[in-house]
């Protein structure tokens, strides 16, 4: 059973950068057709798709955040991790990480996690 | 890229059924059959329910189907239970290479 967790701060200033780390079990970020992604949900929002790290390591990002976003991984810890710079108030949001698989689909999730921006 | 559309609500009695639609582009929905439903409970990580338009994943009730017809896709849940009440989020795969959501259906069981 693929387990995902995120983790990081939860307050972020405006105008720093937000980092977080999603630790992967039970399967392995380096192998598989698996497409790793990060998920948002501003406060009572639908979900926005941010991107993902392949297996091979490739990245694709949304293009509205594609300035200010990267995705990274840590084969050795099985960890991806997303950086967003810049922040403001409009990047409060619940963060997910996720496994989408060869059909497009995300089916494994992490609990998510709430980062807020405020000085 | 805007989200795709979903009707803001939905609403029905114990028993019955409720159909919620999704509605994209050629460049979407309507070019690909990668599309997926996910429910959300309140303070809860989205669950998937329906992949490929129309497949169930293992566990997944089959109360549940999914289909699509040009560039909308359709949730149905049939014998609504109270248990169903949650928001509804479609995805679907884009010709960018992106993943695109709905905006989500509030689902009341009356």
């Known amino acids: 059973q693929v387990q995902l967790q995120e983790s990081g701060p939860g307050l972020v200033k405006p105008s720093q950068t937000l980092s977080l780390t999603c630790t992967v079990s039970?399967?392995?970020?380096?192998?598989?057709?698996?497409?790793w992604t990060w998920i948002r949900q501003h406060p009572g929002k639908g979900l926005e798709w941010i991107g993902y790290?392949?297996?091979?390591?490739?990245?694709y990002y949304n293009p509205s955040l594609k300035s200010r976003v990267t995705i990274s991984g840590d084969t050795s810890k099985n960890q991806f991790s997303l950086k967003l710079s810049s922040v403001t108030a409009a990047d409060t949001a619940v963060y997910y990480c996720?496994?989408?698989?060869?059909?497009?689909?995300?089916?494994?999730w992490g609990q998510g996690t709430l980062v807020s921006v405020s000085a | 890229q805007s989200a795709l559309t979903q009707p803001a609500s939905v609403s029905g009695s114990p028993g019955q059924s409720i159909t919620i639609s999704c509605t994209g582009t050629?460049?979407?929905?309507?070019?690909?059959?990668?599309v997926s439903w996910y429910q959300q409970h309140p303070g809860k990580a989205p669950k998937l329910l329906i992949f490929?338009?129309?497949n169930r994943p293992s566990g997944v009730s089959n109360r549940f189907s999914g289909s699509k017809s040009g560039n909308t896709a359709s949730l149905t849940i049939s014998g609504l239970q109270a248990e169903d009440e949650a928001d509804y989020y479609c995805?679907?795969?884009?010709?960018?290479?992106?993943?695109?959501f709905g905006g989500g259906t509030k689902l009341t069981v009356l």
């Open positions: 995805n679907s795969y884009t010709s960018s290479t992106t993943r695109i």
């Open positions: 050629s460049s979407d929905i309507g070019g690909y059959n990668y």
């Open positions: 039970g399967g392995s970020i380096s192998s598989g057709n698996n497409y």
């Open positions: 790290i392949y297996h091979s390591g490739s990245t």
């Open positions: 996720a496994r989408e698989n060869d059909s497009m689909c995300f089916d494994y």
């Open positions: 490929d338009v129309s």
